[in-house]
């Protein structure tokens, strides 16, 4: 599996943007699909959006729809996370996670994830 590493975490206030990248190293992620997960404080970790090995499908969860959109650069090994209108509730330790299989399908699930980075905080103020 791929060695991932997220950066582009900060705080921000409410309404800014941020953009996450998850660089990956030691292995392509060109073949799988990738996702990103959050854990706020106190919470559980929760699925944000994951897409398809080749870019065309996407999927996110209903709390960010409209204002976060997942992309990927197979020629950069890299997965990105544009985060726009931030809420407090946005604040959270944010994760990236390769999938498990290859020519994988935009998954939701952390069972369908093998690799994971240690995650970017992402603080969002007032």
């Known amino acids: 599996q791929a060695q991932l590493e997220e950066s582009g975490g900060n705080l921000v206030q409410a309404g800014g943007s941020l953009k996450l990248t998850c660089a990956a190293s030691?292995?392509?992620?060109?073949?799988?699909?990738m996702a990103w997960f959050r854990q706020g404080p106190g919470k559980e970790r929760e699925f944000v959006a994951a897409?398809?090995?080749?870019?065309?499908?996407?999927l996110y969860s209903d709390s960010v729809k409209g204002r976060f959109t997942i992309s990927r650069s197979n020629t950069k090994n890299s997965a990105y996370l544009q985060m726009n209108s931030l809420k407090s509730e946005d604040t959270a330790l944010y994760y990236c996670?390769?999938?498990?299989?290859?020519?994988?399908?935009?998954?939701?699930?952390?069972?369908?994830?093998?690799?994971w980075g240690q995650g970017t905080q992402v603080t969002v103020s007032g």
């Open positions: 996670a390769q999938g498990k299989d290859m020519f994988g399908t935009a998954r939701s699930a952390e069972t369908d994830f093998a690799s």
């Open positions: 030691g292995r392509t992620i060109s073949l799988y699909s």
């Open positions: 897409i398809n090995f080749n870019g065309k499908s996407t």
